[in-house]
């Protein structure tokens, strides 16, 4: 009975080693050839990744090699355009300054004021060498002066209004508007000169065909402030390499804005000198005045005798030359 028994616990035994190893070694292929399966998944994925990370980095060198590029080629053109502003000619001067004229009418308005003063010079008894001093100086001066004083305020009229057409192109971009749209808007909404210079910028796109950078580049020699020259380098940059505009244009809004604010900070800060300046250089005029009001007969000297007039003509140039230092000392630039 025990024998039997013991024979079929041995049975047993046996058939459940046989069925375990049986079943051990199907498991183990198993798991060996999903292992192996893992293995290679994992080193496709490792193989996808190294090559989309070279490709990133690719791209990436890329565009950093174009954006140095653009800003060489930028940098370059800069400088050829910053000796055409240093001295630019009679017509851009106009043109910058507002103004339609051609040059025959500015050589008649030269004329015209020559005359005027020159005629108000001679019936103020001035002697012969002062009427003709005074006739070349309006002549040559007195135009261009006048340009001058146009150019610059129109450049203040462009930089106060500039920011707030940024942030149009800005806020038409994010909400799915093409820049050439956003430019139309800028052209037919914005404030003088702002509105002038997109619409030549449209016009130039569309009647020349003319792209957009080169469009815009155009804008620094129309208007020569650091400003229109920041926005042309962004277009440039996004135009040839790529890059979300609206963030980039968004930056330079928030850079024109605080420049406006340190431009601002800076007048406050150098007002005591300016007032200084002020009182420094209408001081002599305002003795000469009083002087003239209590003893006429003891200034119209200078007026009179021939000393008198060199005087006041030494005075004139000495009290011109203070003038433009102390100008000079107290133009704070950013």
Same mark, same amino acid.
């Given at each position: 009975?025990?024998?039997?028994?013991?024979?079929?616990?041995?049975?047993?035994?046996?058939?459940?080693?046989?069925?375990?190893?049986?079943?051990?070694?199907?498991?183990?292929?198993?798991?060996?050839?999903?292992?192996?399966?893992?293995?290679?998944?994992?080193?496709?994925?490792?193989?996808?990744?190294?090559?989309?990370?070279?490709?990133?980095?690719?791209?990436?060198?890329?565009?950093?090699?174009?954006?140095?590029?653009?800003?060489?080629?930028?940098?370059?053109?800069?400088?050829?355009?910053?000796?055409?502003?240093?001295?630019?000619?009679?017509?851009?001067?106009?043109?910058? =300054?507002?103004?339609?004229?051609?040059?025959?009418?500015?050589?008649?308005?030269?004329?015209?004021?020559?005359?005027?003063?020159?005629?108000?010079?001679?019936?103020?008894?001035?002697?012969?060498?002062?009427? +003709?001093? =005074?006739?070349?100086?309006?002549?040559?001066?007195?135009?261009?002066?006048?340009?001058?004083?146009?150019?610059?305020?129109?450049?203040?009229?462009?930089?106060?209004?500039?920011?707030?057409?940024?942030?149009?192109?800005?806020?038409?971009?994010?909400?799915?508007?093409?820049?050439?749209?956003?430019?139309?808007?800028?052209?037919?909404?914005?404030?003088?000169?702002?509105?002038?210079?997109?619409?030549?910028?449209?016009?130039?796109?569309?009647?020349?065909?003319?792209?957009?950078?080169?469009?815009?580049? &155009?804008?620094?020699?129309?208007?020569?402030?650091?400003?229109?020259?920041?926005?042309?380098?962004?277009?440039?940059?996004?135009? &040839?390499?790529?890059?979300?505009?609206?963030?980039?244009?968004?930056?330079?809004?928030?850079?024109?804005?605080?420049?406006?604010?340190?431009?601002?900070?800076?007048?406050?800060?150098?007002?005591?000198?300016? +007032?200084?300046?002020?009182?420094?250089?209408?001081?002599?005029?305002?003795?000469?005045?009083?002087?003239?009001?209590?003893?006429?007969?003891?200034?119209?000297?200078?007026?009179?005798?021939?000393?008198?007039?060199?005087?006041?003509?030494?005075?004139?140039?000495?009290?011109?030359?203070?003038?433009?230092?102390?100008?000079?000392?107290?133009?704070?630039?950013?």
């Amino acid at each position: 009975m025990l024998g039997s028994t013991g024979l079929i616990a041995a049975i047993a035994v046996l058939t459940m080693l046989s069925v375990g190893s049986i079943a051990y070694v199907i498991l183990a292929g198993r798991i060996r050839d999903e292992n192996q399966i893992e293995n290679r998944l994992a080193g496709l994925q490792a193989k996808s990744m190294a090559v989309a990370a070279a490709g990133r980095t690719s791209d990436a060198t890329k565009r950093r090699k174009t954006i140095q590029e653009t800003l060489e080629e930028m940098e370059r053109n800069q400088k050829a355009r910053q000796k055409r502003t240093d001295s630019p000619p009679l017509m851009l001067r106009l043109q910058q =300054a507002g103004l339609n004229w051609t040059r025959r009418t500015f050589v008649v308005i030269s004329i015209v004021a020559a005359l005027v003063i020159g005629v108000i010079a001679f019936f103020a008894g001035l002697p012969l060498y002062a009427v +003709a001093a =005074a006739t070349i100086g309006a002549g040559l001066g007195l135009p261009r002066w006048i340009v001058g004083r146009l150019r610059k305020r129109r450049f203040k009229l462009f930089m106060a209004e500039f920011p707030n057409a940024v942030d149009v192109i800005v806020r038409g971009i994010k909400s799915g508007l093409p820049v050439g749209d956003c430019l139309r808007i800028i052209a037919t909404e914005a404030k003088e000169p702002v509105r002038s210079e997109f619409r030549l910028i449209v016009d130039e796109q569309q009647g020349l065909g003319l792209p957009l950078a080169e469009a815009v580049a &155009r804008l620094p020699e129309r208007v020569p402030v650091t400003e229109a020259n920041f926005f042309a380098i962004v277009i440039a940059i996004q135009q &040839r390499a790529g890059g979300n505009l609206s963030e980039a244009l968004g930056n330079l809004s928030r850079v024109l804005r605080e420049r406006a604010k340190m431009s601002g900070k800076i007048q406050a800060m150098s007002m005591e000198a300016k +007032a200084s300046a002020w009182i420094i250089g209408v001081l002599p005029v305002g003795v000469m005045a009083v002087t003239f009001v209590s003893s006429p007969k003891y200034i119209m000297l200078l007026f009179t005798e021939p000393l008198g007039n060199v005087i006041l003509g030494c005075s004139a140039v000495w009290m011109l030359i203070g003038i433009l230092v102390m100008r000079k000392m107290i133009d704070f630039k950013i």
